[in-house]
């Protein structure tokens, strides 16, 4: 079955500083990604979608320039969460599509702890 | 049952009952709908779907039962093992590569 590859699955950073997540498909083609947030006992609060080769529409209240998304091929996307801080601290999880059906394909996660 | 403040509510079950989660979805227009299955610290796992053309589906141990009239989806587990275990999630979507919208869960607690 499709598989969804997320890496680093955790990450620790200083307060300030910029970490990138990186969600591949690794044997299908992914026209569309979603990156989701996750606080503890919270539900997937999906931040924004991306489509490769254009910009990514993000959901209201999120901010682009904190969170840069890229989707600059049909296999990988990144997620880039800029001068971090520890409200930033949550559980990112990225979703791949492809237009061969209508299965939505999860990566496992990144923890991120802002310190 | 909806969940109310942050606090994902609990369905607690004993083991070889039927567990019977519900979900309350908003959008009429949604044409496919997802229960996941996710496990601490990992990512959500497909369970079963249903388009908005069925009532019912049927997998392994598990059915999804589809309300359009009452905006209800439920997902009914046979058998309840303690892997079962985990928080439970409706999603549902406009139509196929459209964004995924997430209930906002429930965990189930199998007793053994």
């Known amino acids: 079955g499709a598989v969804v590859s997320q890496h680093p699955s955790w990450v620790i950073c200083k307060s300030g500083t910029s970490v990138k997540i990186e969600c591949r498909s690794l044997?299908?083609?992914?026209?569309?990604m979603f990156w989701y947030r996750q606080f503890p006992k919270q539900s997937l609060m999906l931040m924004a979608t991306s489509n490769e080769g254009s910009k990514a529409t993000y959901e209201q209240g999120v901010e682009k320039d904190k969170f840069l998304i890229n989707h600059a091929s049909l296999t990988l996307s990144t997620l880039t969460v800029t001068s971090a801080h520890p409200e930033d601290s949550s559980f990112y999880i990225c979703s791949a599509t492809s237009p061969l059906d209508y299965g939505y394909t999860f990566g496992s996660g990144t923890r991120l702890t802002v310190v | 049952g909806e969940s109310v403040g942050l606090h994902l509510p609990t369905l607690s079950v004993q083991e070889g009952d039927n567990s019977i989660i519900n979900c309350a979805y908003s959008?009429?227009?949604?044409?496919?709908f997802i229960w996941y299955k996710q496990e601490s610290g990992k990512g959500p796992q497909f369970i079963i779907d249903?388009?908005?053309?069925?009532d019912k589906r049927q997998g392994q141990r598990v059915t999804v039962l589809l309300n359009k009239t009452v905006k209800h989806l439920s997902l009914q587990i046979a058998a309840t093992q303690p892997g079962d275990s985990a928080v439970y999630f409706c999603?549902?979507?406009?139509?196929?590569?459209?964004?995924?919208?997430f209930g906002k869960g429930i965990t189930l607690s199998v007793r053994p």
């Open positions: 999603a549902e979507s406009p139509g196929a590569n459209s964004k995924l919208t």
């Open positions: 959008n009429s227009a949604s044409d496919y």
């Open positions: 249903i388009r908005s053309n069925m």
């Open positions: 044997d299908f083609q992914a026209t569309t």
